[in-house]
């Protein structure tokens, strides 16, 4: 298997620019979650899908953050209008049947937002 | 209450020496405490874990403690190596499937 692919690995954009982030999870895999890491605020989740229906959409910065999972394959994460402040490392992960016990992470997409 | 505090921050240690880093919570009903480790530029990978009812886990140098009525786990990395350097994070699942994440330690091994 190849793991979970994100896309793309790097985005630059000018703050007020539409972001568009995408995750294809593990084949299989039932649970999707989004996080964004930064030095100041660690790791946190944003929001995370139980079999394509969003569960938790509580870690969401705001209204500019949106998050998709039209099928069990495919998920996308959308900022409208990005803000420097948006800056991070933003990873999918996945999990098996039966809930969380091992996230597999993607290899991540650094944004950064000027 | 659903709060995992790790520390330390940073951590340096001689090659060969014994890495630890601890972490404490409050939620007597999370169920499951993992370790993951992450590189530079690279998501987080699980290291290692363990559930309530064991007290230690090992796994070739890695190994967790666990210690329930104090309500605290540690990780112990034995002999070790340069290649161990990286960010380390535990974390705690909760009734809804959710981890809830340390601040991560960053481990430094020195040749």
């Known amino acids: 298997d190849a793991g979970v692919i994100q896309s793309p690995r790097h985005e630059v954009t000018e703050m007020g620019q539409e972001v568009t982030l995408r995750c294809k999870p593990i084949?299989?895999?039932?649970?999707l979650f989004w996080y964004r890491q930064t030095m100041m605020r660690g790791l946190e989740l944003l929001i995370y899908?139980?079999?394509?229906?969003?569960?938790?959409d509580s870690g969401m910065p705001e209204d500019r953050f949106s998050a998709k999972m039209p099928n069990a394959s495919f998920s996308t994460l959308k900022i409208q209008p990005s803000e420097p402040r948006d800056s991070a490392v933003y990873f999918c992960a996945s999990s098996p049947v039966g809930g969380g016990y091992e996230q597999y992470f993607g290899p991540g997409t650094r944004l950064t937002v000027t | 209450q659903q709060q995992v505090k790790q520390s330390p921050q940073s951590l340096i240690v001689q090659k060969g020496g014994i890495s630890i880093i601890n972490c404490a919570y409050e939620n007597t009903a999370f169920d499951y405490f993992p370790w993951y480790q992450q590189f530079p530029g690279k998501g987080p990978a699980l290291l290692i874990a363990?559930?309530?009812d064991v007290s230690e886990k090992k796994e070739g140098r890695f190994t967790i403690s666990f210690n329930k009525s104090a309500k605290q786990f540690s990780l112990h990395i034995m002999d070790s190596q340069p290649g161990d350097s990286a960010t380390y994070f535990c974390?705690?699942?909760?009734?809804?499937?959710?981890?809830?994440w340390g601040a991560g330690t960053k481990l430094i091994i020195k040749p």
């Open positions: 363990i559930r309530p």
């Open positions: 899908f139980n079999n394509n229906v969003p569960i938790d």
């Open positions: 084949s299989g895999h039932d649970y």
């Open positions: 974390a705690a699942r909760g009734s809804n499937y959710q981890l809830i």
